[in-house]
């Protein structure tokens, strides 16, 4: 018996001194000597029983055969997916660089960025030549608006047309079919002049 | 002959055989072999780890995932078993570890969520209590129930290492010393918890006794 058992509890056992007893099933001296801690000694055996017996049923209430035969089920499902090889579909791009041939010359991205400035610069300046042969200054004299009015009293509808345009035109065309035609048709060039000088 | 049959075999060999199998035909390649063995294994601990699992997270579906778990990394790290150590050891503690962090999840979830589920009383009940169940008679049901629940409700209060070890002291009937080697603790710490457990569970369940045989006494005097 423990020194404080003795000087505070009148030498019976303490709670603990029971608890080590009744779960280590060593049993003390002192519990063949004294009723009332043999008493207390069976109170708590009792009650500990009726605890673990308590215990047990909950859990067991909260998992029944059947819901332990399908835990067992997935476990063992779960066990055969995990031994089963892993497929392992690749992606296609990485498909594709996996493919490369590691001799392959690959062009440095340096090299792309000088291409692209070089690309620019030869844009810019062929743009530049370009607009200047393009924009040579023409003679074009100022654009002739005529009235034609036709035979049939249509309304007039106003033409501006380009005097070089119409000569050539008119020098292109010689059909000697057309000659009679052509002979009552008033020339362009005439009524541009005649009014012209009005 | 008789005197050729061998010698009956413990819980604990048994156990040490079938891991040793399971790990010599995992590492042979035979997979089909290797599962069967361990569905031996799974079998016989299985109801143990069900009920450790249920008293520490208190809650059935939470104990169902985590001891699927339990089996399922038991089996894929049972190269690193050690025959020294006993199986049921060994795999109690990977449950433990398990059911350790999921409490830790639990807890940072439920910051964010709402509680679980409430019956009709508006008293919080975990998805397992609204499974139909038989047996006894109606009125021992009755009573069991309101036992278990009274047990449910001390073992709540507890802190989690005072009921973890007062689960596997007093429920599943380990020693101190196996306690002590499941969860990791100190042998003298584990005696430590284990009567502070027993002590405070007395105090809880008297004390919630006396509460409810007072509230009888005066709800009598009420009619």
Redesign the interface.
């Known amino acids: 018996m423990r020194l404080i058992d003795g000087l505070l509890r009148r030498g019976h056992l303490s ?2 001194a029971l ?2 007893a009744l ?1 280590s099933g060593e049993r003390p001296a002192h519990l063949d000597r004294c009723d009332i801690c043999a008493d207390r000694a069976v109170d708590l055996g009792r ?2 029983d ?3 017996t ?11 055969t059947e ?2 035969a399908m ?2 089920t ?3 499902r ?3 997916q ?2 089963q090889p892993a497929r392992v579909i690749a992606f296609p791009t990485q498909a594709r660089l996996g493919q490369r041939d590691p001799n392959d010359r690959r062009v440095a991205p340096a090299w792309l960025g000088v291409a692209a400035a070089a690309g620019l610069v030869l844009g810019l300046v062929g743009g530049q030549v370009t607009a200047r042969i393009g924009s040579r200054p023409v003679v074009v004299p100022a654009p002739a608006t005529v009235q034609a009015l036709l035979d049939d009293g249509q309304p007039s509808s106003t033409v501006r047309l380009a005097q070089p345009d119409l000569d050539l035109d008119l020098e292109g065309l010689n059909i000697p079919a057309l000659d009679a035609v052509d002979g009552i048709t008033p020339k362009f060039t005439t009524v541009a002049l005649t009014r012209v000088g009005r | 002959m008789s005197g050729d049959q061998p010698p009956p075999v413990s819980a604990k060999e048994a156990d040490a055989r079938a891991a040793v199998d399971v790990k010599a035909l995992h590492a042979a390649g035979r997979l089909e072999a290797a599962r069967e063995r361990y569905a031996e294994l799974v079998t016989r601990h299985q109801r143990r780890a069900v009920r450790i699992a249920f008293h520490y997270l208190r809650d059935a579906a939470d104990a169902d995932e985590a001891v699927q778990d339990a089996f399922v990394k038991a089996y894929l790290h049972i190269g690193t078993f050690r025959e020294e150590l006993p199986f049921e050891v060994w795999f109690t503690r990977i449950l433990i570890n398990g059911c350790l962090d999921r409490l830790k999840a639990r807890r940072r979830r439920e910051k964010w969520l709402a509680p679980a589920t409430t019956d009709a009383m508006g008293v919080e009940r975990s998805p397992a209590d609204f499974l139909p169940s038989r047996g006894p008679s109606p009125e021992d049901q009755v009573l069991s129930e309101e036992r278990r629940r009274q047990l449910g409700a001390a073992l709540s209060q507890l802190p989690e290492r005072q009921r973890l070890v007062f689960m596997l002291s007093h429920f599943e009937g380990r020693s101190s010393r196996e306690v002590s080697a499941m969860t990791g603790l100190n042998e003298s710490t584990v005696r430590v918890h284990l009567f502070r457990a027993i002590r405070r569970l007395r105090a809880l369940l008297a004390s919630g006794a006396a509460g409810e045989s007072g509230s009888r006494r005066i709800s009598r005097a009420a009619h």
């Open positions: 709670e603990r608890v080590d779960l009650w500990l009726d605890l673990k308590a215990g047990i049923e909950a859990a067991d209430a909260a998992f029944s819901r332990l835990q067992q997935q476990i063992l779960r066990l055969e995990l031994d």
